[in-house]
């Protein structure tokens, strides 16, 4: 029994990681496996996405340019600190100069040894200096990045925020701007320096002496490509790792969040082998991960400590036989030891440089995305009333799938429009085009006689309140949240359109009444009242037009009595479109149009449709026998 659930469990993970499946899930799942597979992942264009984050960063090319010198400043010092001790030992330590006593000797000494600390200060100061002048670089840059990230993203249309899921969106500032930003605090820097230090320990090496030299230089290929190996078979483990690592916190997550789903139907046991084989596919994934890369140090060192060793025996033969001065070897030596450090650390920060091109080139995707663009002869009316017109619509997501076919309607001011019929009938995207979420393919849509696509996109969406059935909630106080509703409104008219919305009762009853804080999209409310909040914002809107996409279909049948009322005082003098599916709602509407595949089937008031045969009248009888 446990091989066969291991074996369904293995194959359904092993298809949700196959093919395009894969891909999506690696979008829509938790910022640590985002990031995860930012990090293994390459540039599309390089060149061009390198390119384009030095002019973004060219801001700030006085201080780069200042870290650069200061770097450069730093590899020297450390280069030439290295190289005084051959000086120093051959006079002072190991023969001394001809008539100087050991007085003199001494002296002579602790200069040398005061001039050497002082370099070292020098390289300590830079390195400080360098890395201070990086982090205000970079977190100057990211601030800038993320306010033009998230800037942009307030002028794209809804349609992208429809193919682009939540995670996908969230990750492009968290994760693949803090690539962006590891890179600039160290990565930048440490490549400088390892590409000075490098290049300079070898002019010092083939200067200090050729052979010893050459050897230490011969070595590095050797261990480049032994390093490489690793890092290949490590960096595939790793992706492993991380892939499993997001498939148990993506499980963690959906059945904590499920919680209720998976009591109700006695799955607690099924979750706990799911989960435990999920945990065992990790524990295998991060034992061979960190095996593979927990061996890189070890093998490296022993190759350096190789050519250390090599370098140290054929410098001591050049000692004896050809008169190599010791501190000439001590020198040889110490940068043998010490030169393919910066070429490990370079190698290493490879991966930190594709990951954060990677990173800035999905930040720039979204940057380039073409945003809403006003008309140019757009007109700002002075006032609005509400009268609105659909001549001959049709409307399609996908050029060629029509959703909506040859709407046609009317809507005086004040008067109430419902629209009625099944799921996907098309009656919440008769209001998207409305609010020029989308553009019409076909046809016209006139507010007070004016094609909606000539008014300035701010004043058509200030002209038009809606709530929505899926209700949201900022952080906040309550009275904020109902606020939002009008930036200006006193706090007399938010507790009035609180009461409007039968929402007054419930937010004086909280811990702190309007001044209770919201957090997490009003958790700690029931679905009701997050409902009743958004009404009363929509309530405290002086918008002209009122859309109401089952406003009130998270309450109760009372509190929806309650809601009715207060909204018939609102929609006084307001345009209003109303959706729902409880037929109820819409009795008392100017005008009901009952939609079917995206076409309009019937229309007329309440008592009219019920004289006439149609889908209308089946869904009332079938309501009526159902109660």
């Given at each position: 029994m446990e091989q066969e659930q291991a074996r369904r469990l293995q194959k359904k993970y092993e298809r949700l990681y196959s093919g395009q499946q894969k891909k999506e899930m690696d979008v829509s799942r938790n910022s640590g496996r985002n990031r995860a597979m930012s990090a293994q992942g390459k540039p599309k264009n390089m060149k061009g996405t390198l390119a384009r984050l030095l002019r973004y960063l060219g801001r700030e090319r006085g201080l780069i340019v200042l870290a650069g010198v200061i770097t450069v400043v730093y590899a020297v010092s450390t280069l030439v600190s290295s190289y005084m001790l051959r000086p120093i030992i051959n006079r002072f330590l190991e023969e001394g100069t001809a008539g100087e006593g050991w007085d003199e000797r001494l002296t002579g000494l602790a200069f040398s040894l005061g001039i050497l600390a002082l370099v070292y200060l020098t390289s300590v100061l830079s390195q400080w200096l360098q890395q201070w002048i990086m982090l205000k670089v970079s977190q100057r840059s990211l601030a800038r990045l993320r306010r033009e990230l998230f800037g942009h993203l307030q002028t794209l249309p809804v349609s992208y925020f429809d193919r682009h899921g939540t995670g996908d969106l969230m990750s492009r500032f968290s994760n693949d701007v803090d690539a962006v930003g590891e890179m600039l605090n160290t990565t930048l820097i440490q490549m400088i320096s390892g590409g000075v230090t490098i290049g300079g320990t070898v002019v010092l090496m083939l200067y200090t002496n050729v052979i010893l030299g050459m050897i230490t230089i011969l070595f590095t290929p050797v261990l480049a490509f032994i390093s490489r190996q690793i890092m290949k078979s490590g960096s595939k483990a790793y992706g492993e790792q991380q892939?499993?690592?997001?498939?148990?916190?993506?499980?963690?997550?959906?059945?904590?969040?499920?919680?209720?789903?998976?009591?109700?139907?006695?799955?607690?046991?099924?979750?706990?082998?799911?989960?435990?084989?999920?945990?065992?596919?990790?524990?295998?994934?991060?034992?061979?991960?960190?095996?593979?890369?927990?061996?890189?140090?070890?093998?490296?060192?022993?190759?350096?400590?190789?050519?250390?060793?090599?370098?140290?025996?054929?410098?001591?033969?050049?000692?004896?036989?050809?008169?190599?001065?010791?501190?000439?070897?001590?020198?040889?030596?110490?940068?043998?030891?010490?030169?393919?450090?910066?070429?490990?650390?370079?190698?290493?920060?490879?991966?930190?440089?594709?990951?954060?091109?990677?990173?800035?080139?999905?930040?720039?995707?979204?940057?380039?995305?073409?945003?809403?663009?006003?008309?140019?002869?757009?007109?700002?009316?002075?006032?609005?009333?509400?009268?609105?017109?659909?001549?001959?619509?049709?409307?399609?997501?996908?050029?060629?799938?029509?959703?909506?076919?040859?709407?046609?309607?009317?809507?005086?001011?004040?008067?109430?429009?419902?629209?009625?019929?099944?799921?996907?009938?098309?009656?919440?995207?008769?209001?998207?085009?409305?609010?020029?979420?989308?553009?019409?393919?076909?046809?016209?849509?006139?507010?007070?006689?004016?094609?909606?696509?000539?008014?300035?996109?701010?004043?058509?969406?200030?002209?038009?309140?809606?709530?929505?059935?899926?209700?949201?909630?900022?952080?906040?106080?309550?009275?904020?949240?109902?606020?939002?509703?009008?930036?200006?409104?006193?706090?007399?008219?938010?507790?009035?359109?609180?009461?409007?919305?039968?929402?007054?009762?419930?937010?004086?009853?909280?811990?702190?009444?309007?001044?209770?804080?919201?957090?997490?999209?009003?958790?700690?409310?029931?679905?009701?009242?997050?409902?009743?909040?958004?009404?009363?914002?929509?309530?405290?809107?002086?918008?002209?037009?009122?859309?109401?996409?089952?406003?009130?279909?998270?309450?109760?049948?009372r509190t929806e009595r309650h809601i009715e009322a207060g909204m018939d005082a609102i929609m006084k003098n307001r345009t209003t479109f109303v959706i729902a599916h409880r037929l109820s709602t819409v009795r008392g509407a100017d005008q009901i149009l009952v939609l079917e595949g995206g076409r309009i089937i019937q229309r007329g008031t309440h008592e009219e449709l019920l004289r006439q045969p149609g889908r209308y009248a089946d869904l009332y009888h079938e309501i009526v026998q159902l109660d």
């Open positions: 892939r499993r690592l997001g498939a148990l916190n993506g499980f963690a997550q959906e059945t904590i969040t499920g919680q209720k789903v998976v009591k109700l139907f006695n799955h607690e046991e099924t979750a706990m082998e799911e989960f435990s084989y999920l945990n065992r596919r990790l524990m295998r994934a991060q034992i061979q991960a960190q095996f593979r890369s927990s061996i890189m140090g070890p093998v490296t060192h022993q190759l350096c400590n190789l050519s250390y060793a090599v370098t140290a025996g054929l410098g001591a033969v050049l000692v004896v036989t050809r008169g190599f001065d010791i501190g000439g070897l001590t020198v040889s030596v110490n940068y043998t030891r010490n030169f393919n450090r910066p070429i490990n650390e370079i190698s290493m920060q490879m991966n930190n440089v594709f990951s954060a091109l990677a990173g800035a080139e999905r930040v720039f995707q979204v940057l380039d995305e073409k945003p809403e663009e006003e008309e140019q002869d757009a007109v700002c009316p002075e006032r609005i009333s509400g009268y609105i017109s659909l001549e001959h619509v049709n409307f399609g997501y996908e050029p060629g799938r029509m959703i909506l076919h040859d709407i046609s309607l009317e809507a005086e001011p004040g008067q109430k429009i419902a629209f009625v019929g099944s799921t996907g009938a098309g009656k919440t995207t008769v209001t998207n085009l409305l609010s020029r979420f989308y553009e019409i393919s076909e046809g016209s849509i006139k507010i007070d006689g004016i094609p909606i696509g000539k008014i300035r996109r701010d004043v058509l969406r200030g002209s038009i309140a809606m709530v929505l059935q899926d209700t949201h909630l900022f952080t906040g106080t309550v009275r904020e949240n109902i606020r939002y509703g009008r930036l200006d409104a006193a706090d007399e008219e938010v507790e009035e359109a609180a009461r409007i919305a039968s929402a007054h009762s419930f937010i004086v009853h909280l811990e702190k009444g309007y001044d209770t804080v919201l957090e997490q999209d009003g958790a700690n409310l029931s679905q009701g009242q997050r409902q009743l909040l958004n009404i009363s914002r929509a309530a405290l809107s002086k918008a002209p037009i009122l859309i109401l996409d089952e406003a009130t279909s998270s309450v109760d049948t």
